[in-house]
């Protein structure tokens, strides 16, 4: 979408807030020996709670009310009965409604005892996404936003996962600008426009470049032993530093 008034604004921040707060307490509850449908359970009532509804559930029939994924699994994890263990890689993607307006956000964190490279890997693609982020305005060139997730990346010593992208947001849960690349496209010509509503989250690897889909439909996976780190910000575009959305 692109922002109208402020109240556009305003409903954007509102239901960004509810989903920084459900990350925020999904991850300070997250415990070794937790099943990934508790901690889901967990997101689900705070979202409850201040009045929003799952997205992916309520657009796509998503088996859960939000994304988990450890280790090999990067993206669309079913919340389930699986076991967070002493040290995974754990992410969760939250993306709800309220009011009409739709955000998305996602964190990757690791489990007790913190592997340091995995910590890492988290860390960076915080930093990855930030300076993205903070790059962006009005009449900056989309394909940007792939030029430099792929540079970043590999000055990490990284590499960008090409099959999952950042995408456009507002009214719905996807909408344009679709497919925002994580590597540069020269055949883009697509341009930020002030108002514009979009997500960033980049996909950092320690090895493979491609995800694969489960038989579910839903889970996408490594097809090798890698990790991948995923963060996620909503967020604003403006004739001057973009606004972020997705905080508490």
């Known amino acids: 979408m692109t922002v109208q008034n402020q109240e556009d604004i305003q409903g954007l921040k509102e239901i960004g807030r509810v989903i920084a707060l459900t990350i925020k307490e999904m991850k300070s509850r997250a415990r070794v020996g937790m099943t990934t449908r508790e901690l889901d ?42 076991v967070i263990q002493a040290g995974d890689l754990v992410n969760v993607d939250v993306s709800a409604e309220l009011g009409g307006y739709y955000a998305d956000a996602g964190h990757s964190f690791t489990m007790p005892p913190h592997d340091p490279a995995l910590s890492r890997l988290c860390e960076y693609t915080y930093s990855t996404m ?33 099959n999952l992208c950042s995408h456009g947001i507002g009214k719905s849960l996807h909408e344009a600008p679709t497919e925002i690349l994580p590597f540069y496209n020269k055949h883009d010509h697509r341009v930020l426009k002030e108002g514009q509503v ?3 989250e980049p996909f950092l690897s320690t090895g493979a470049e491609y995800v694969a889909e489960h038989a579910d439909g839903w889970t996408l996976f490594v097809p090798d032993n890698s990790y991948v780190a995923q963060h996620e910000h909503t967020i604003i575009i403006t004739k001057d530093q973009p606004v972020i959305v997705t905080v508490a």
């Open 41 to 82: 359970e967990i997101g689900g009532r705070v979202l409850k709670r201040h009045g929003a509804k799952s997205a992916p559930k309520t657009t796509y029939g998503f088996p859960g009310e939000t994304c988990i994924s450890i280790n090999h699994v990067v993206a669309h994890g079913i919340p389930g009965d699986r």
């Open 130 to 162: 930030m300076k993205i982020i903070s790059s962006l305005k009005h009449g900056v060139k989309l394909n940007e936003i792939g030029r430099m997730i792929q540079t970043e990346a590999g000055q990490g010593g990284y590499k960008a996962v090409k």
């Open 198 to 200: 979009i997500t960033i």
